[in-house]
């Protein structure tokens, strides 16, 4: 006859058993090895501008999560559970926090690619992006872009107002009483490499059909931080 433990016995290793599965939830499997094949190019600002290999995600495929985003070809989920998973390689806290999905979109050839802007407390970092790209097998192959390893200690509120900001961009304009005005603006984070991120807003002036600018100013100071020209058709 099966030998079956006293119930008080029963109790108990029912007891252990749901808290070996807590801890294991608390505590997920820790990412294998890298691939032997991989592939790391690093960008000016200590992160990875490309990482590749054949399958990078493969270590991932018998985890629950990942692989029932597979199944429902949700590409954008299946990379925000990669870059957690090699958080320490992209040197990003919280990858779910630190990106906003733009979109996740197929190719011609089978492909799709699951682009990313970077953001601090959903603010944009200005010009960091980055994408995770999946092969006609749905083997997660490439990342690529360039970001900021998580910024950290960014105040992320205003001390000038979007109005007042938008007005000092135009001093120093030359002619900027004949015909330049403001044509659009938003509130980002500066941070370019090799210098502390910041808040800003990005001011963009015209004038006519051709004169256009980028101006990057301090959001705490109004100091013009860099300009861009751009031609504008």
Same mark, same amino acid.
């Given at each position: 006859m099966p030998c079956v433990p006293p119930a008080p016995l029963r109790s108990a290793l029912l007891v252990v058993a749901g808290l070996l599965m807590a801890i294991s939830a608390?505590? &997920? *499997?820790? #990412? *294998? &090895?890298?691939? #032997?094949?991989?592939?790391?190019e690093m960008g000016a600002g200590g992160t990875p501008k490309r990482v590749q290999a054949a399958h990078l995600a493969a270590d991932m495929e018998a985890l629950g999560a990942y692989k029932s985003a597979r199944q429902n070809e949700n590409y954008g989920e299946m990379a925000y559970l990669f870059l957690a998973h090699r958080a320490d390689l992209f040197k990003l806290a919280d990858p779910r926090s630190d990106l906003e999905l733009i979109d996740a979109l197929g190719d011609g050839l089978g492909h799709h690619h699951a682009k990313f802007q970077q953001v601090v407390d959903g603010v944009p970092v200005w010009r960091k992006t980055l994408s995770v790209h999946f092969d006609p097998e749905d083997r997660l192959y490439r990342v690529d872009g360039d970001y900021r390893a998580t910024p950290l200690g960014v105040e992320t509120r205003p001390a000038l107002s979007e109005a007042d900001v938008r007005a000092k961009a135009l001093e120093g304009i030359v002619g900027s009483g004949s015909g330049w005005k403001v044509a659009g603006s938003e509130l980002i984070v500066y941070a370019p490499e090799a210098v502390a991120p910041r808040l800003a807003y990005r001011i963009t002036v015209a004038k006519g059909l051709s004169g256009r600018e980028d101006r990057i100013m301090d959001a705490a100071t109004g100091q013009l931080l860099k300009r861009v020209t751009r031609i504008h058709n």
């Open positions: 608390c505590h &997920p *499997q820790q #990412a *294998q &090895p890298l691939p #032997a094949d991989i592939m790391v």
